[in-house]
């Protein structure tokens, strides 16, 4: 008895291929939406001092534009956005306390680096701490962070790296939680628009670094507490732009990276992302420079 022979099926390749052409048209459709929501032509970055900058749609990570803003450049206190996030990872609790340590103020004071205002042996809750990190840009918080949940700066840094490159900052490299200069420590403003996007997903993050100031919990040292309040804000005064408001930011600020800023932005009822580094270290540029940015938008 003779074996049929089996007829060879064509109907998968059809279907893949169906399916192949369901895609693009998804992806065409969502271009166009891009275009039509983000004219980039319209958004221009010439006119600002900062050297480096990308500005996004922090919903989607759609680039408007960008100025050099996959070169590597020195991103100073915005790596505290780095420092806060995974603080709030690794320590879900924000009622958890850690102490001061006694030890990480003559560092701080020989690099005249920042502080919040806490002092050698106080206990300080995890949210006052990250306040602290990301409102008056406080060395010692980031430090106090660091030794409770890593032990020392130097493991932290490394817990740092391990955060970057998960979630794809691929031209970054930490060895500090403070953006003190360091040769070897460096990112890029699209890894940092990157990093922000990211953190904003936490609504504990967004709270901190939206807030314009913060009353500290009375502790061992502070029975009365004390407020301390954000240097963009600080900065800002009370300047805005046209068809939105600034909604937050993290300032930077070393001889090597001049002046830095990662902000979020409302404007017209959309959110973005503005990351600027090594602006004129002088005055308020870095403000400027986002104010300028943020209000092409709001005047379209």
């Known amino acids: 008895m003779k074996k049929k022979k089996r007829r060879k099926r064509h109907g998968r390749p059809f279907y893949t291929f169906s399916v192949f052409l369901i895609v693009l048209l998804f992806v065409g459709l969502a271009l166009a939406e891009n275009m039509i929501l983000h004219p980039m ?13 990308i500005l996004v749609d922090a919903g989607t990570g759609f680039k408007l534009a960008g100025k050099a803003e996959k070169e590597q450049m020195y991103p100073a206190s915005m790596t505290k956005i780095m420092t806060a996030i995974l603080a709030l990872e690794k320590c879900p609790d924000l009622d958890e306390t850690m102490t001061v340590p006694s030890d990480i103020f003559d560092a701080i004071y020989s690099e005249q680096a920042s502080t919040a205002g806490f002092e050698a042996g106080e206990v300080v809750t995890v949210r006052d701490l990250l306040y602290g990190v990301m409102l008056p840009s406080g060395a010692e918080c980031c430090l106090t962070l660091a030794r409770g949940i890593a032990g020392s700066e130097e493991a932290y840094a490394e817990l740092m790296n391990q ?4 979630i794809g900052m691929r031209s970054t490299h930490f060895v500090n939680c403070t953006g003190l200069h360091n040769d070897d420590h460096y990112s890029t ?3 940092i628009a990157k990093l922000l996007r990211y953190a904003l997903k936490n609504v504990d993050f967004r709270a901190v670094f939206t807030s314009q100031s913060h009353a500290m919990s009375p502790t061992n ?13 600080r900065a800002l005064g009370d300047r805005g ?4 408001q600034l909604l937050g930011g993290k300032t930077g600020n070393t001889f090597r990276a001049g002046l830095c800023l990662a902000s979020l932005a409302e404007v017209k009822g959309k959110e973005y992302i503005l990351v600027t580094a090594k602006a004129e270290d002088a005055g308020d540029a870095h403000v400027t420079d986002a104010l300028k940015v943020y209000g092409q938008i709001g005047e379209q």
Not at 41 to 53: F, H, N, P, Q, R
């Open 41 to 53: 032509a319209k958004v221009d970055l010439s006119g600002i001092d900062s050297e480096y900058a």
């Open 163 to 166: 955060k970057a490159k998960k």
């Open 189 to 191: 403003a699209k890894d």
């Open 221 to 233: 040292v502070h029975p009365d507490g004390f407020t301390v309040y954000s240097t963009m804000f």
């Open 241 to 244: 732009f046209t068809g939105g």
